[in-house]
């Protein structure tokens, strides 16, 4: 490969680190093409990238980028998953494809200028899809004007039950 064209891949990287949710560092151990690409598959049906780069280029791609602090990661046969929405979705093909898949590994992620773990990223994988947390969300707000709707409406409701009881007890009397 020339050396141009390595430039090439390490800017259009960097730009991609900067762009990115999500950074998720993998280790192949011997995938065949024909894995790899199953894998790209799965993973463009979620939006995401998956690409098997040489470290140094790697490396010269995280340069003043988040993904710099995973650098020294960077040994063996690396390579990323990338997602620009859905920070969440990469991990979860990544994990249910290594888990039936022993030949890859899940190493680490980069998201929000943090680094995740191996664990943490199995945790984060665990969570409901983007949608179900959003409507999650929604009825809970919802539901804490309702509820005190009923709260504030109960005690006219009562004070009428009362006054409503004291009227009869005089027309009896």
Known sequence: MKLEEKKKIAIDLHEKFLKSKIVILTKNKGLN????????????????????VKN?????????????KIKE????????????????API????QFASENEKIEVQMGVM??????????????????????????L?????VPTGLVRA?????????????EISKQKESQ
């Open 33 to 52: 093409v024909k894995a790899i690409n199953n894998l790209r598959r799965k993973l463009r049906e979620s939006k995401s990238e998956y690409k098997v």
């Open 73 to 88: 990661h960077f040994k063996s046969t690396s390579a990323i998953a990338l997602n620009f929405e859905d920070p969440v």
């Open 112 to 137: 929000g200028g943090k680094v995740y773990d191996l664990q943490a990223l199995k945790r984060l994988s665990s969570l409901p899809p983007r949608e179900v947390l959003l409507s999650q969300l």
């Open 92 to 95: 979860k093909v990544l994990t």
């Open 139 to 143: 009825s809970a707000m919802n539901g």
């Open 152 to 164: 504030l409406s109960d005690i006219p409701r009562r004070l009428l039950n009362v006054l409503s």
């Open 56 to 68: 140094t280029l790697l490396a010269r791609a995280s340069d003043n980028t988040d993904v710099a």
